[in-house]
């Protein structure tokens, strides 16, 4: 039996190695594993987030749903007082409608032959002429002092960040980073407008499922959240249109001239968008992706889209940034 703690003899006499006591070990041991086991779940932890930004680790947040009949939720301040704007037309439009019925019945109730034989003689009413021409004119007001200033912010482009030149063609979109030296054409996932399993496999494979077939591109128009982007429009052949309800955003891309429109996504997310002009046969199938991650992520996009990359699989996402990060 050993001691604790006492210095043992070893072979030919020689002194050994200390023993310390059992539960001591033990305790050091599983320490030492439950060290182990929280870096391992802080590294996973940070590989999660760092490949959050493309493919199935993105929310979808701009999408259509079946019988949806409301706005998609704004990712956007600008998409935000759209939907504003909306809801207070919407308030006004409707008590003018209940309004206008009411007295419609209340005239039909009141002034019908059997209720009224000897109608009035009179064909004038100043106050009532005045009143239906001055309530009108302060609806007038009202609606213009709320929509003016959401125009205003939409039309004046402010000290932009980053500038994206999107270029509308028959049938697919070419988004350009002038500064940044990347250019690549986005293609509707499913080349023959039919779901297959190949073409269920293509979408899984860049991290979407068979819901988002006709959404989806191959490629996607990336920038970082919270900045100011200033988007560029223009067309190849014929007129088409930009539109990502999402993010409050729709231009149309006329040949021979370049349109200007920004905007600013406070959600990392993806937002999916379509053509909104008929421009051919195909103009059904030349979807839009829009992807808002964070800066870290675009930041390592782009090193990867300056090489060719321009889908960045998820897992050279979680490298690039775990290598930025510990440089």
Request: glycine residues 8%; contains cysteine; proline residues 6%.
């Given at each position: ?204 494979a860049a991290g979407y499922t068979k819901q988002e077939f006709l959404l ?36 149309s891309a006329v040949p021979g001239r370049l349109g200007e429109m920004w ?65």
């Amino acid at each position: 039996m050993v001691l604790p703690g006492r210095e043992t003899m070893g072979f030919c006499g020689a002194p050994g190695v200390r023993h310390e006591p059992a539960a001591q070990v033990v305790s050091e041991r599983e320490e030492k594993m439950r060290s182990i086991r929280t870096s391992a779940a802080a590294a996973l932890g940070f590989l999660a987030m760092a490949g959050a930004a493309f493919a199935q680790s993105l929310p979808i947040i701009g999408e259509p749903k079946p019988g949806g009949i409301a706005f998609q939720p704004a990712g956007t301040g600008l998409a935000r007082e759209v939907h504003d704007l909306d809801h207070l037309v919407l308030i006004v439009i409707t008590a003018i409608t209940i309004f206008v019925t009411a007295l419609l019945i209340w005239i039909v109730i009141r002034y019908n032959q059997r209720a009224n034989p000897k109608p009035a003689t009179f064909t004038h009413n100043s106050p009532l002429e005045i009143a239906w021409t001055i309530v009108p004119i302060l609806i007038l007001v009202v609606v213009g002092a709320n929509s003016l200033p959401v125009l205003f912010r939409q039309m004046e482009i402010p000290e932009t960040q980053l500038t994206v030149k999107v270029t509308g063609s028959q049938w697919y979109w070419n988004y350009d980073y002038p500064d940044a030296g990347v250019n690549f054409d986005s293609y509707l996932i499913g080349e023959g407008l039919v779901m297959t399993p190949e073409v269920e496999d293509q979408l899984v494979a860049a991290g979407y499922t068979k819901q988002e077939f006709l959404l989806a591109t191959d490629t996607a128009m990336v920038v970082p959240v919270n900045t100011n982007i200033k988007v560029q429009i223009t067309g190849a052949d014929v007129i088409h249109a930009w539109m990502v309800p999402g993010l409050g955003m729709q231009h149309s891309a006329v040949p021979g001239r370049l349109g200007e429109m920004w905007f600013n996504a406070d959600k990392e997310g993806i937002y999916f968008g379509q053509c909104t002009n008929i421009c051919g046969k195909n103009h059904a199938y030349m979807p839009i992706t829009v992807k808002v991650v964070s800066q870290p992520v675009y930041d390592a996009w782009l090193k990867e889209a300056q090489a060719g990359n321009y889908a960045l699989a998820q897992n050279s996402a979680t490298r690039a940034v775990t290598v930025a990060s510990a440089n």
